[in-house]
C-alpha cells in the first residue's frame, strides 16, 4: 500500500520512520498519530467486580489500552492476533493484574466481544528508580501472558517476555507521550 509524504508528495510504501526524500519527519509523525487513533478501541481506567458475592474479592483496576492493528492495515496483510491488550498497574487499585490476569482477560473477552484466539495480551511495567539517590534502577518489562480457554474462561496464564519484532509494534503503538499508561 502506498503512502504519501504531506510535506512533498514523495510516495513510500506502508509507514517508514521518514520520508526518505527530504526528511520529513514531522508529517510522518502526524501519519502514523493518525493511525494509532484510528486503530485504538479503549485508553481509561478499567475496572472489574471480582468474586465472592458482597464481598467481591480480588475486584481491582488497571490502566487498559486496546489496539486493533486490522484497523490500521495494509489490504494485504493479516494478523494472527490483531487485537493487542495492554493493561498497567495503577496505584488505586488493591489488586495486581498480575494476580488477576486470568480474571482480567476473561472479563475482556466478555465486555468487548473478542475472540481470546485473536488477541495479544500484554503486561506492561514501567521503569522504577529507587534508593536515597535514585541510584537504582528496575528497566521497563512488556511480558505476554498466554492462556488457556475452557468454557470462555482464561485459566492457566504463562508469562514470557515480549520479543522484537512484536515488541517493536507495542512500543510504536504506545508513543509520542502514550507509553506512560497512568493518568
Known amino acids: 500500500m502506498l503512502k504519501e509524504c504531506k510535506s512533498c508528495a514523495f510516495a513510500f510504501f506502508l509507514v517508514p520512520i521518514l520520508c526518505v526524500r527530504r526528511n520529513h519527519v514531522p508529517a510522518i509523525n502526524d501519519q502514523l498519530k493518525q493511525m494509532r487513533d484510528l486503530m485504538k478501541i479503549y485508553d481509561d481506567i478499567f475496572s472489574w467486580d471480582g468474586w465472592g458475592g458482597l464481598l467481591k474479592l480480588a475486584s481491582g483496576k488497571c490502566r487498559l489500552k486496546m489496539f486493533d492493528l486490522k484497523k490500521g492495515k495494509a ?11 495492554i493493561i498497567t498497574d495503577v496505584p488505586e487499585s488493591k489488586m495486581s493484574i498480575k494476580s488477576c490476569s486470568s480474571h482480567i482477560a476473561t472479563k475482556l473477552t466478555e465486555k468487548f466481544n473478542i475472540d481470546p484466539t485473536r488477541m495479544l495480551f500484554i503486561e506492561y511495567y514501567p ?3 529507587y534508593g536515597d539517590k535514585g541510584q537504582y534502577h528496575i528497566a521497563e518489562k512488556y511480558e505476554v501472558v498466554e492462556f488457556q480457554w475452557h468454557e470462555g474462561r482464561a485459566i492457566s496464564p ?15 503503538l504506545l508513543k509520542p507521550g502514550q507509553r506512560s499508561v497512568q493518568k
Open 75 to 85: 489490504e494485504s496483510i493479516d494478523y494472527l492476533k490483531p487485537i493487542i491488550v
Open 158 to 172: 504463562k508469562w514470557r517476555p515480549l520479543k522484537p519484532p512484536m515488541l517493536n509494534v507495542v512500543k510504536d
Open 127 to 129: 521503569p522504577v528508580t
